[in-house]
């Protein structure tokens, strides 16, 4: 699996996109990008992956560059709830390997 | 069930007792995996179910550490002579298939005293 980059942490405020980087400049071409968070005492919880196209659900949006080292996790509006640490992984899509969680971006979302 | 269930949520043992932790995945998940994550750290890769085939069992960190599921129902995770560095919290977690995102448990919290 490629290796990411990400920062240790970042704030945001209640109510503004909280946007988190990732890079990883190692991407080969099957390899998707996927984003989970783990909020505080709970199990991670999987938001959005994408290959080269941007993405969106209901929980996120997901900007991947046009040479796809480098991708952004968008959250819109971000709420405190929305406190957490943020994993970027990459990963061939259809591989039964487990992922690999680095060290991921504590945000947090202050009032 | 509707989410991936974890029992017990919380476990105290004295160092050198075995331990064995549950894990009901999302029913028709064929994908099972158990992670575990100590305090302030990420999560560490333990082991790895695919149907029937043979676990991936590259992640256990010793011979103390075992797994077993049934098909693709309940896993169990057993933890022998416990230690205090086994203090951390166990995540299983489940998927579909290939593919698919993870759905993980809310982790059993393991103290060692």
């Known amino acids: 699996d490629a290796k990411t980059t990400q920062p240790p942490s970042m704030d945001c405020a209640e109510g503004r996109a909280a946007n988190l980087p990732c890079n990883h400049s190692t991407i080969s071409g099957n390899e998707y990008v996927y984003w989970y968070r783990q909020i505080h005492s709970q199990g991670p919880q999987y938001i959005i992956h994408?290959?080269?196209n941007n993405e969106t659900n209901e929980m996120a949006s997901l900007i991947i560059t046009e040479d796809r080292k480098s991708s952004t996790l968008i959250l819109p509006h971000a709420t405190l709830r929305d406190t957490a640490v943020y994993y970027c992984i990459v990963r061939v899509a259809y591989s039964g390997y487990a992922l690999n969680f680095g060290k991921g971006t504590s945000l947090l979302v202050t009032p | 069930g509707a989410g991936v269930s974890q029992s017990p949520s919380n476990k105290v043992t004295e160092k050198g007792k075995d331990v064995e932790l549950r894990c009901d995945p999302i029913s028709g998940h064929t994908a099972l995996y158990w992670y575990r994550q100590r305090l302030g750290q990420g999560l560490e890769f333990l082991i790895y179910f695919q149907g029937n085939s043979a676990p991936d069992k590259s992640g256990l960190p010793s011979d103390r550490f075992s797994a077993e599921r049934t098909g693709e129902s309940v896993s169990t995770l057993t933890i022998q002579r416990t230690q205090q560095e086994d203090s951390a919290v166990y995540l299983c977690?489940?998927?579909?298939?290939?593919?698919?995102?993870?759905?993980f448990g809310s982790g059993t919290r393991l103290t060692v005293v």
């Open positions: 977690a489940s998927r579909l298939g290939q593919g698919h995102g993870y759905t």
């Open positions: 994408g290959l080269k």
